[in-house]
C-alpha cells in the first residue's frame, strides 16, 4: 500500500489556504489563500530583522556542536552581568551537563560545586547576588498575544522572549518555554549565581515561572541537549560521572573574533511579519482541517536566518 | 564555593508546606502542611490504581529497553482494532523510527510505504478506515479540570488521557500532550491506516488537535524516543537509512505470555488521589515561593506503580 504522506510538521504546514475564520468558528467565506510560514519568513522586510548582540549571546561548545543562548540583561542584569564574567573567566570550559531529565530541563555548571576543596572559583563574577524573578510591568515593550493564557493574565515578547505578566501585581517576568534558560537555585531564593544554568527541554514548566531567575533562551542547537541520555531516578542527574557532557567551553561572542562569531539574524518580536507569523498558527491552512482560533507564548519559535550576505560561518 | 542545590524537579518538590490559596492570590491563613505528590502518591489506596488492559497495551521493543502504549479504543475505536491487528501480524517488527523533530514529534512505520512494491502488507488490518478525530462529549466520563485551557472551552481527563471539548459543537477528542500517540496521515482525512504512528517528544503542539486521530499515550519510555539523534530539515525525517532506529517489535500484552507482561499499575484519573495530584501542583510547597494556582492537562503525567508484590519484571 501506498505509505501515508508524513505528518506534515507544524512549522512547515501553516496557513496555505486558510479559510477558518477566528473565533466564532462559524465557517467562513472563502478568503484569499494566505501565506504560509515559510513564505511570510522569506517576505520579512530586513527591517524585521536584527542582529545578535555579541555583548548579550554565549556560544556554548558541545562535542556535537555549538549551542547559541540569548541572554537577557533586561530582566536578569545582575545574572547576566555574572554570567559574561564566568563566561570570561573559562568558568565553564572543561565542566560538563549534569543532568537531564526527560520532559523538563537539561542542566549544566560545576560537578565539583557542593565541595568546597574542589569547587572551581567563581572568578570576577559575585557569589552573591539578588533574585530576580520579575521586573515592572510598566514600561516594558510588550508585544502582547490576545490569547487566553492560563498561566498568567497577560503574555507577549520582549526582545524575543516569551514574557508573562500580571497588570494587577505591575510585574513581568520570563515564561519557562522550551529552551528558556534559567539559573539553578538552592532552597533560598538569592542561591543562584548563573553558574549552574538549565534549559527547558520539555512540555512548558510553567508551575517555576516567578520561583527562579530567567536568564536567555537557546536559539541555536537546543536539540544538542534536547536528545542527550536521560540521568537517573534522583531528578535526572547522572549516577556515574562518566555519563556526563563534557563542555568543550562556553564563550561570549563579544570575546570572539567577529570572523568566527556565528552571522546569525533574528526576527524582531515587535516586527509585523512576527504578528503576522502567529496569525497563521491561529488560523491554519492547507493540510489542517481544523483551526484552533488561538496559540500561545509557548507554541511558536522566533526563526533566525543566517546574515544576508554572509558566508556560511563554521559553527 | 558550596555548589547550589540543584533546580528541584516539579515532579518531586510539590506542596510540601503550600500555603498560597488559590486564584485570588491574597496571602492566605498559614494552612496546615500538605502532602507532597510522592507522599500523595504514596498513600493512594489500591483502589485507586488500574491494571493495564492487556487488549489495549502495546509493548514496543528498541534496542535500548521497552516503551510502553495504552491505547484509546474510546477514541479511535477503528484505529485501536487495525494497530492490533497490525501488532498481531508482527506489521512492525524489523521496521523503523523513521523521523525525530525536536520540540514536536518521533514517528515510526514503514520506510518503503510509498513503494507499492517493497511496502509491507496490512495483513489482517484495514487499509480504508475513517478518520477519529473527535467523539460525542454526551455521555463521556470526563473529571474536568476547572483551569482554563486557552485551547477549548473544556478539558480533563478519561481514563487516563487528557482529554479536550467543545460543549457548543458536543465533542471531546485527545488533546496532543508530551507522549501522546497518533496516527501520521497524508491530505485526506481518512488516510491514516494506524500503521505510521508518532509520540509527541516536545511542548504540546495542540494546534494538531482536531487534524488527526489520537491512539493513545506513551506510559512508560518515552525517553527512549525522546532522546533519539535529531532527523534532518526535512520535518526532522533521517537523510539516511542507516540513521534509522529498528524497532525489534510491537506486541500487543494480550498476545504475550502473562509471565512476560510488565506488571504495572496505571493511577486513575476518575480517584480522589489524583484530583489531590492536580491541586499539589496548583498550589506549590517548599522550594517554590510562588504558585501558579494552575494547572493545565499536558502539565501533570499520570503516576504508574509496580502491582504490589509482583516480582520486578524485566522490561
Known sequence: MPKKTPLISALLALGLSAAIAAPAKKPAAPAKPKKTSAEL?????DGDW????PGNTLLMELPAG????????????RHVANIRALARGGFWD???????????????????????????PLGKAEAKIPAEFSVPLKGLPLTRLPDV????????????????????????WLAHCYGMVGAGRGNEVDSSTGAELY??????????????????????????LSSLPRGGSNMGFYDKPEQRLAIKQIRLLADM???????????????????QLLDARRHRGGWFVHSPAHTEICSAGVPSRPVPGSAAKPQ
Open 41 to 45: 519568513i522569506a517576505a520579512a522586510p
Open 50 to 53: 536584527r542582529a545578535l548582540d
Open 66 to 77: 555549538p549551542v547559541l543562548i540569548e541572554l537577557a540583561p533586561r530582566f536578569a542584569p
Open 94 to 120: 572543561g565542566l560538563a551537563v549534569l543532568r537531564v531529565q526527560d520532559n523538563f530541563v537539561a542542566q549544566w555548571g560545576d560537578p565539583d560545586g557542593d565541595d568546597a576543596a574542589k569547587a572551581r
Open 149 to 172: 493564557d492560563g498561566w498568567a493574565p497577560r503574555s507577549g515578547f520582549v526582545d524575543g522572549f516569551p514574557v508573562a505578566a500580571d497588570p494587577k501585581t505591575g510585574r513581568a
Open 199 to 224: 534549559a527547558v527541554i520539555g512540555h512548558a514548566p510553567r508551575g517555576l515561572d516567578l520561583n527562579i531567575t530567567v536568564v536567555g533562551r537557546v536559539i541555536k542547537g537546543i536539540e544538542l
Open 257 to 275: 573574533p567577529e570572523a568566527e562569531r556565528p552571522a546569525l539574524q533574528i526576527l524582531r518580536t515587535d516586527s509585523a511579519t512576527w504578528t
